[in-house]
């Protein structure tokens, strides 16, 4: 087991992985759309169900891009994910962020989503991303920033659902204020050529705000979160369930509002 699958907080359960089915170059990759073209070599780092890999396959074909996750469920979601989707120019294989199995220079593009903000050293994860990636391309980052996170109504059991989280995150060595921090990780790693930014997830419709009130109703009662939650002592079952109410209520109530902030970062090699 790779030290990223050892710490991945967030587990594998149907909520977890549903919200991730839901991602997209547009929606989680905007920032790198720009500098895909044809024929690039692409590197997708921790690549769960496929869903962004797969985008990223249409985008560069006839170029590749290989799709690595050390969770092996992850690597069969994605096979589906790109069966499903016609996409063939996708290579799938087990690995690990820390000792990705590539030569160095190898890639035009290294790309990771959400997953800098689960590992115990991030920064030797993007020296490993810069190993990999050729003289000229680029290793693209993005990650969230949940102290940024707002929403309203306000609720207190919603900023105690915040804490929760937060407190399991670093319990588990990961940092889930990595947003603010990668601009500071990329120029420990040795990038010399960074380009900074920062995009949001807005869920305000009917239809969004039910998505994610009841994946996370789900994922804080019923998920390795919970599970961590109640085991370190950071919350009770009871709490829990509270919790859980209390984003259904969210989800239906018509003025329900929510943002989550991602920092983001284009290190040019």
Known sequence: MGRDEAVYAQGHAESVVRSQYWR???NSAAYLAPHLRPGLEVLDVG?????????????????????????ESALRRARATAAEAGVHNVVLSRGDVFELRADSNSFDVTHAHQVLLHLPDPVAALREMLRVTRPGGIVAVRDTDYA??????ADPRLERWLEIYRAVA????????????????????????????ASVWCHATPEERAWWGEMWAERITDSRI???AVGGGHATAGELGEIAEAWREWSRNPDGWLVLLHGEVLCRV
Do not use: K, M, N, Y
Not at 148 to 153: D, H, L, V
């Open 24 to 26: 997209s170059v547009d």
């Open 170 to 197: 670093r319990a588990s060595g990961g940092e889930p204020d990595a947003g603010r921090r990668l601009l500071a990780w990329a120029h420990e790693a040795g990038a010399a050529q960074v380009t900074p930014s």
């Open 148 to 153: 940024a996170a707002t929403w309203w109504p």
């Open 226 to 228: 919970a599970e961590q």
């Open 47 to 71: 690549c769960g169900p496929g869903t962004i890999t797969v985008d990223l396959a249409r985008r560069v074909s006839p170029g590749s891009v290989t799709g690595v996750d050390p969770a």
